[in-house]
Nanobody
Framework: QVQVVESGGGLVQAGDSLRLSCAASGRAFSRYVMGWFRQAPGKEREFIAAITWSAGRTVYADSVKGRFTISRYNGKNTVFLQMNSLKPEDTAVYLC???????????????WGQGTQVTVSS
């Protein structure tokens, strides 16, 4: 089992920045690939970004490319999502995900956090 816990959400204004954190613990995999999704009310869950164990590869959704940056600190299996130039349409619950492969993390990761709310006012 893997436990996944997000933090850092909140209420900000359009144009502001926010940094989300996610910590994973457990022994399901020897190396964790980690990623972020978001889900807005009435919308499907959307993949945002993912990063490999070594941080050598990252991938972003077109909707956040150039504004969001994913990074990680492997010492504590922690991943961050730096969100800049936030827009009202970025308002959603942001969920951290963990899996063992870079391909699966983008579509159907096995482990999820509870999510953290991000609200961007105009």
């Amino acid at each position: 089992q893997v436990q996944v816990v997000e933090s850092g959400g909140g209420l900000v204004q359009a144009g502001d920045s926010l940094r989300l954190s996610c910590a994973a613990s457990g022994r399901a995999f020897s190396r964790y690939v980690m990623g972020w999704f978001r889900q807005a009310p009435g919308k499907e869950r959307e993949f945002i970004a993912a990063i490999t164990w070594s941080a050598g590869r990252t991938v972003y959704a077109d909707s956040v490319k150039g504004r969001f940056t994913i990074s990680r600190y492997n010492g504590k299996n922690t991943v961050f999502l730096q969100m800049n130039s936030l827009k009202p349409e970025d308002t959603a619950v942001y969920l951290c995900a963990v899996d063992s492969t870079f391909e699966v993390i983008q579509t159907s990761p096995k482990y999820w956090g509870q999510g953290t709310q991000v609200t961007v006012s105009s």
